[in-house]
């Protein structure tokens, strides 16, 4: 998760939402992602996708199985959506994602067999969120 993090301070950066994701494949970081939906004017450009596009181009198959993400804020619909689709078998997140976040919800209706760990570096990951909206609304 301190890696998602360090991605996650790569947007705030840039001014983008501080969102980070890496995918691992066994211990070993196959991608990094940040959301560039600013930058790139693309609205689907969420940490996750960039994450989940990126290691799917690195293993050459649309499907991540036995891979696991670690994002600082819970998934949205869309990004569940691709973590459904993708075969990741492990999602670990940072911040619950009130308002957004989708990926708990899906475990009823898209994918029971998903493992998912929550609230790993809450504080970190909600201190981060925090001071990029105070900034943006000063």
Known sequence: MKLALKEAKKAYEEEEIPIGA??????KVLS???NQSQRLNDSTAHAEMIAITSAQ??????????????????????CTGAINLSKISK????LDDKE???LKKSLKSINNKLLITSNIL???C???LNSF???LRS
Request: with cysteine.
């Open 122 to 124: 809450e504080k970190e």
């Open 100 to 102: 957004k976040g989708y």
């Open 126 to 128: 909600k201190e981060l």
């Open 57 to 78: 181009n690195k293993l050459g198959s649309k499907y991540l199985n036995k891979c696991e993400l670690y994002v600082t804020l819970e998934p949205c619909t869309m």
């Open 133 to 135: 909206f105070f900034k």
């Open 22 to 27: 890496i995918i691992v494949l066994e211990d």
């Open 91 to 94: 999602v670990i997140y940072g």
């Open 32 to 34: 990094r992602g940040y």
